[in-house]
């Protein structure tokens, strides 16, 4: 190649990404405002730097001339996402990198949301397994994260499926449940770490609506110390439709305040009555004004066409949680949602990262829904990305 063919290839290369770029400047939204914070918090979402292969992606589609994918993928990783926290580093660097993260937000004068992500026992030993080794470890490392904060603001989804997957659920635990019981106090111990920080709001797992039933859940968030958080969080990494994540967060809450007021949960309406019959349980029942119930956060990072129905009778065990095809990312992070009890709309989950090795219920190691092995469990997923980028709703990119 002569060098004046280079020159030209690199100036049209250059051309290319600046014009992706251009047109992810139109699309992407300024940023709602906080409500809840001071009248000096942040106005706007934190953006964290994007994965490294995300950006190896969006060059090689500039370098293609696949523009419209490149802009697209550029507006997804521009949208602002949680920064997640697993652990597997010692407290002083586990400080450090909090610091860092709330410090970069702070200069930008932005909210960061902290996904932390290190109960022992995680993810019942499967795709994302790991955690912390104990009780004493895991108080080590959320005094890290405390000191890491400090009293700037910070949004905390704390430990993903840590009570919706509790020890005893996957056989993890003894007779006597003490697992669970130290999961429990586990989780409450980090919120009465961090939910007195000045800045920082703390919001506990209640799963998602296809899984637990209300009178399921809302002991669990009993148990990990709900009274003392802000609230609870829906959907992480999951499918399910905003409409219905918004009737379950409205239960959830409700039943919370009506435990609160010394009633029984077991008596609360779940998902699955009649939209009428709870509703005319709830008037009868819940006379909480919503400022002072439990407020909630949904991930809707790649809802945008809800959850997948797999095949009927094709697998043993479907998956339909792990890279499920034909989804698209949802509504754009908000903290204006039109709802009294949901402080937000969130990109929690980063999308274009596999949820791991889907083999549903197969010998493996393809998932038989792709016809090829899904990356790892946190690593870039190419075909996923842009899957959830053709089919977001609303469209990320203007047609």
């Given at each position: 190649?002569?060098?004046?063919?280079r020159?030209?290839?690199?100036?049209?290369?250059?051309?290319?990404?600046?014009?992706?770029?251009?047109a992810?400047?139109a699309?992407?939204?300024?940023?709602?405002?906080?409500?809840?914070?001071?009248?000096?918090?942040?106005?706007?979402?934190?953006?964290?730097?994007?994965?490294?292969?995300?950006?190896?992606?969006?060059?090689?589609?500039?370098?293609?001339?696949?523009?419209?994918?490149?802009?697209?993928?550029?507006a997804?990783?521009?949208?602002?996402?949680?920064?997640?926290l697993?652990?597997?580093?010692?407290?002083?660097?586990?400080?450090?990198?909090v610091?860092?993260t709330?410090?970069?937000?702070a200069?930008r004068?932005?909210?960061?949301?902290l996904?932390?992500?290190?109960?022992p026992?995680?993810?019942?030993?499967?795709?994302s397994?790991?955690?912390?080794?104990?009780?004493?470890?895991?108080?080590?490392?959320?005094?890290?994260?405390?000191?890491?904060?400090?009293?700037?603001?910070?949004?905390?989804?704390?430990?993903?499926?840590?009570l919706?997957?509790?020890?005893?659920?996957?056989?993890?635990?003894?007779?006597?449940?003490?697992?669970?019981?130290?999961r429990y106090?586990?989780?409450?111990?980090?919120v009465?770490?961090?939910?007195?920080?000045?800045?920082?709001?703390v919001?506990?797992?209640?799963?998602?609506?296809?899984?637990?039933?209300?009178?399921?859940?809302?002991?669990?968030?009993?148990?990990?110390?709900?009274?003392?958080?802000?609230?609870?969080?829906?959907?992480?990494?999951?499918?399910?439709?905003?409409?219905?994540?918004?009737?379950?967060?409205?239960?959830?809450?409700?039943?919370?305040?009506y435990?609160?007021?010394?009633?029984?949960?077991?008596?609360?309406?779940n998902q699955?009555?009649?939209?009428?019959?709870?509703?005319?349980?709830?008037?009868?029942?819940?006379?909480?004004?919503?400022?002072?119930m439990?407020?909630?956060?949904?991930?809707?990072?790649?809802?945008?066409?809800?959850?997948?129905?797999?095949?009927?009778?094709?697998?043993?065990?479907?998956?339909?949680?792990?890279?499920?095809?034909?989804?698209?990312l949802?509504?754009?992070?908000?903290?204006?949602?039109?709802?009294?009890?949901?402080?937000?709309?969130l990109?929690?989950?980063?999308?274009?990262?596999?949820?791991?090795?889907?083999?549903?219920?197969?010998?493996?190691?393809?998932?038989?829904?792709?016809?090829?092995?899904?990356?790892?469990?946190?690593?870039?997923?190419?075909?996923?990305a842009?899957?959830?980028?053709?089919?977001?709703?609303?469209?990320?990119l203007?047609?």
């Amino acid at each position: 190649m002569t060098a004046r063919v280079r020159a030209r290839t690199r100036t049209l290369t250059v051309a290319a990404a600046t014009a992706a770029l251009a047109a992810v400047t139109a699309v992407v939204p300024a940023h709602a405002g906080v409500p809840g914070h001071s009248a000096a918090a942040p106005t706007t979402l934190f953006t964290p730097p994007a994965n490294a292969d995300a950006n190896a992606q969006i060059l090689d589609l500039v370098k293609h001339w696949q523009i419209k994918d490149a802009a697209g993928l550029l507006a997804m990783t521009l949208t602002p996402q949680a920064v997640w926290l697993d652990g597997g580093t010692a407290p002083d660097a586990t400080r450090a990198a909090v610091d860092k993260t709330v410090s970069a937000a702070a200069r930008r004068h932005q909210l960061p949301v902290l996904a932390l992500y290190n109960i022992p026992g995680r993810d019942c030993a499967q795709y994302s397994a790991g955690g912390a080794a104990n009780t004493a470890d895991y108080q080590a490392w959320i005094d890290a994260v405390k000191a890491g904060i400090g009293n700037r603001p910070a949004d905390v989804v704390l430990e993903p499926d840590s009570l919706a997957l509790v020890p005893s659920d996957c056989g993890m635990d003894d007779a006597q449940g003490t697992k669970t019981a130290e999961r429990y106090d586990q989780i409450h111990y980090a919120v009465d770490a961090l939910e007195p920080l000045a800045g920082t709001k703390v919001y506990l797992d209640a799963g998602h609506s296809g899984w637990h039933s209300i009178n399921d859940i809302v002991p669990r968030l009993i148990a990990g110390g709900v009274d003392d958080a802000t609230g609870f969080y829906l959907n992480i990494s999951n499918y399910r439709s905003d409409s219905e994540i918004a009737w379950y967060g409205k239960l959830v809450s409700s039943c919370l305040a009506y435990v609160s007021a010394g009633g029984d949960a077991a008596a609360c309406p779940n998902q699955w009555w009649s939209v009428n019959d709870a509703q005319t349980w709830l008037d009868a029942n819940v006379h909480t004004a919503p400022a002072a119930m439990k407020h909630y956060v949904a991930d809707t990072s790649r809802n945008g066409q809800g959850p997948w129905t797999p095949p009927a009778g094709v697998y043993s065990d479907a998956q339909d949680w792990c890279n499920p095809p034909g989804r698209g990312l949802g509504a754009r992070p908000t903290l204006k949602t039109g709802d009294p009890l949901q402080d937000a709309k969130l990109w929690v989950k980063i999308p274009g990262e596999s949820d791991g090795q889907c083999t549903r219920g197969t010998a493996g190691p393809d998932d038989p829904e792709r016809g090829y092995q899904d990356p790892a469990a946190g690593k870039w997923f190419p075909q996923q990305a842009l899957e959830l980028l053709h089919n977001a709703n609303p469209a990320l990119l203007p047609h």
